[in-house]
Nanobody
Framework: QVQLVESGGGLVQAGGSLRLSCAAS????????MGWYRQAPGKQRELVAVMSRGGSTRYADSVKGRFTISRDNAKNTAYLQMNSLKPEDTAVYYCAADPNPYYSAGFYPDYWGQGTQVTVSS
């Protein structure tokens, strides 16, 4: 079992930055791959970024060059640095984790955080 707790959401103006954190507790092997999803009102949940324990990453096209996922394996914590934020980035952001160390065939996490709201004003 893995428990995920997100922090760092909030309200920011367009062009600003936020950093989300996700602390994982429980089985460290349950969080071999960690990622961030988001869900805007009336839209489907979408994958924003994913990172393996070994450091490989993948991003949604909409955030490439603006968002950076990272992790501190010693602290079992993942981060999402979000720069040049746009109003369309407004959503609830969810941290997710999975014991599968590979995500090339897709990231289907077993564990989810409770979500943190990010609101970008224009």
């Amino acid at each position: 079992q893995v428990q995920l707790v997100e922090s760092g959401g909030g309200l920011v103006q367009a062009g600003g930055s936020l950093r989300l954190s996700c602390a994982a507790s429980g089985s460290i092997f349950g969080a071999n791959t960690m990622g961030w999803y988001r869900q805007a009102p009336g839209k489907q949940r979408e994958l924003v970024a994913v990172m393996s324990r070994g450091g490989s990453t993948r991003y949604a096209d909409s955030v490439k060059g603006r968002f950076t996922i990272s992790r501190d394996n010693a602290k079992n914590t993942a981060y999402l640095q979000m720069n040049s934020l746009k109003p369309e980035d407004t959503a609830v952001y969810y941290c997710a984790a999975d014991p599968n160390p590979y995500y090339s065939a897709g990231f289907y996490p077993d564990y989810w955080g409770q979500g943190t709201q990010v609101t970008v004003s224009s």
